[in-house]
């Protein structure tokens, strides 16, 4: 075909409107194709974010009317120990799940907190205590608190895997026999009793309902502070550090910075569910701060699921559940066995937790999608 011949098939080409396939691409069709696109992703997140939306809004429904439908040993007994374990757990799942440091000393920490509570503020050790107001004494706890965890932090970031639970658990033992044998600070093995929370005004915080309703409060503020910290460059960065260490100091991140400001705000979580804690007891003791109770912070964040705030607290309730009435199964002396092949099963059967499991179910529950 000569020149003349194509640029005369050309133009009459382009002249005519196209009888076969589809038209050129222009770049008004190719912006409606992008809106179109667009509009239909829309409408499927907005949908999905209107279902997590309405599963919080269950969720919170259920806790805030839970104490008006339940007895007061739910109420407290269950309810609220499951809570104030469930924050303490949470510290030890932010370290593990988001900053790959697994931590024995959490309940140390919160043992700390408590004491502090027992020693500056009110108890039955009239001769140690100090009298100090429980606000005063509250936010002492819970600057001690932090303080311990970053120093606990220092000594460990420096290692990994099996040296750091190491590393945790003997400073857990160490303190432990502190607290059982130095009687001058600490009291020895008998501790502290009547240790209560406060009354504001009418409202007196021992009664289970307010009590529950504090704990809950302490509780949402705690999760709704892990899911802000881990979306932060902060917490970004601490993700990167736990899955390559190496990479994150070469791209010039200072990783046993994160690290420890990990550990202190895991602290700042541990003090307060301390401070929690010792009021719901009412008193502390060595045995709060003992081996089974360093070992039992960490099975109910593994039960739960240290991939997910919330396992935590799925992980204590089904431990405070198991701890009161697995007594009707089996002998007091042998609760530590029923704990322990709960906790392998869910081990075996999902490494996740129990909440993994449920998104596995969920998963097998839910229609396939139509492509």
């Known amino acids: 075909m000569s020149a003349n011949k194509w640029r005369h098939a050309m133009s009459t080409n382009s002249g005519a409107p196209a009888r076969r396939g589809r038209s050129p691409a222009t770049p008004t069709s190719v912006s409606q194709a992008g809106a179109s696109q667009a509009a239909t992703a829309h409408p499927d997140r907005r949908g999905q974010a209107r279902a997590k939306l309405l599963r919080y ?3 919170m429904a259920a806790l805030l009317v839970y104490p008006w439908i339940a007895s007061s040993f739910f109420t407290f007994q269950i309810g609220a120990q499951s809570l104030i374990l469930g924050i303490i757990a949470l510290s030890l799942a932010f ?7 697994v931590s024995l000393s959490q309940m140390t920490i919160a043992g700390i907190a408590g004491y502090v509570m027992a020693i500056f503020g009110h108890s039955a050790v009239s001769q140690i205590s100090m009298e100090w107001p429980w606000w005063l004494a509250s936010v002492l706890a819970v600057l001690l608190a932090v303080g311990t965890a970053t120093l606990i932090g220092i000594v460990s970031v420096r290692t990994d895997g099996i040296y750091t639970i190491m590393i945790t658990l003997a400073i857990g033992v160490a303190m432990f026999y502190l607290t059982q044998q130095n009687y001058t600070v600490f009291n020895g093995f008998q501790g502290f009793s009547s240790i209560f929370p406060p009354q504001l005004g009418t409202l007196n915080l021992r009664d289970p309902v307010p009590f529950y309703y504090l704990s809950l409060f302490f509780a949402l503020l705690s999760y709704a502070a892990v899911k802000y910290i881990v979306r932060t460059p902060f917490g970004i960065a601490l993700q990167g550090t736990r899955d390559n260490a190496r990479r994150m100091r070469a791209l010039g991140f200072n990783v046993a910075a994160h690290r420890v400001a990990a550990h ?4 700042l979580l541990a003090g307060i569910g301390g401070v929690l804690l010792v009021w719901y007891n009412a008193r502390i003791s060595p045995g709060t701060i ?3 109770a360093l070992i039992n912070i960490l099975i109910i964040a593994v039960i739960g699921g240290l991939r997910h ?4 607290f799925i992980g204590a309730l089904a431990f405070v559940l198991l701890q009161n009435f697995a007594i009707d199964l089996i002998d007091r002396e ?10 392998l099963l869910i081990l075996v059967f999902s490494p996740d937790g129990l909440l993994g499991l449920w998104h596995r179910v969920r998963g097998l529950l839910r229609p396939a999608r139509k492509q």
Do not use: D, E, H, Q
Not at 264 to 267: H, L, M, Q
Not at 309 to 312: E, I
């Open 95 to 101: 370290l593990a799940g988001y900053g790959g440091m």
């Open 290 to 292: 003992g081996t089974s």
């Open 334 to 343: 042998r609760f530590n066995l029923i704990i322990g092949g709960a906790f």
């Open 264 to 267: 202190a705000f895991a602290g």
């Open 309 to 312: 705030p919330l396992g935590a």
């Open 57 to 59: 809004a269950i969720v």
